[in-house]
Every structure is written in structure tokens, then in C-alpha cells.
């Protein structure tokens, strides 16, 4: 398979910018590449050389934690919060996350 003159395949693009070769064949799919173009044939994606898309890297999402405490535990957890220099939902945060308090 020939590469056209002036572009570069998903995987070169992609070690050109510091991203997986899927994240640009994502972005393309979704036109946010202008001037990229995909081989009827192998279903490659090509992307001109001299694009310059900025690229977002993808943010890590923690997942959400629910915390069930009874009205004893809560009163504790609210009286360990006023002793430090933070918020209840802060201390929690920190708390669970294993940050300093």
C-alpha cells in the first residue's frame, strides 16, 4: 500500500504528537482532522503532514464514591473535620484519598 505524497498514516501522526494510533483514528471518524482521508480499500487513515490540530490528552476520571455512615459515624466524621482547617466534604476527600490532613 502507498502512502500519498504529503501525508502520514495514523500510527506516524500519532508518535509525532505523543498519542495512540486509536485516539487519532477516533478523531478522524469524527472529522476533527481536516484534510485526513481513509483508503476505501484497507480502511487506513492518511492525515496531512503539515496538520495542526491541537490534541487534548484524555483526563483520568476517578470514579465516584459513595460513603454510607450512620449518624454516629457522621457526627464523629463532622467533629474530626472541625478539628482540622478543612471542610467536612474536604476532610473526606482527603481522607479517602490518603492525603495529608
Do not use: H, N
Request: proline share 6%.
Amino acid at each position: 500500500m502507498a502512502i500519498p505524497d504529503g501525508y502520514l498514516t495514523a500510527s506516524q501522526y500519532a508518535k509525532r504528537m505523543g498519542i495512540s494510533p486509536q485516539a487519532v483514528t477516533k478523531k478522524c471518524r469524527a472529522g476533527k482532522i481536516p484534510g485526513a482521508i481513509q483508503d476505501p480499500r484497507s480502511g487506513w487513515w492518511f492525515v496531512p503532514e503539515d496538520t495542526k490540530v491541537p490534541i487534548q490528552q484524555s483526563i483520568k476520571r476517578k470514579k465516584k464514591r459513595v460513603i454510607y455512615a450512620t449518624d454516629k459515624e457522621w457526627d464523629s466524621i463532622v467533629e474530626a473535620a472541625s478539628r482540622t482547617k478543612y471542610s467536612t466534604s474536604e476532610f473526606i476527600v482527603r481522607k479517602v484519598s490518603g492525603k495529608k490532613i
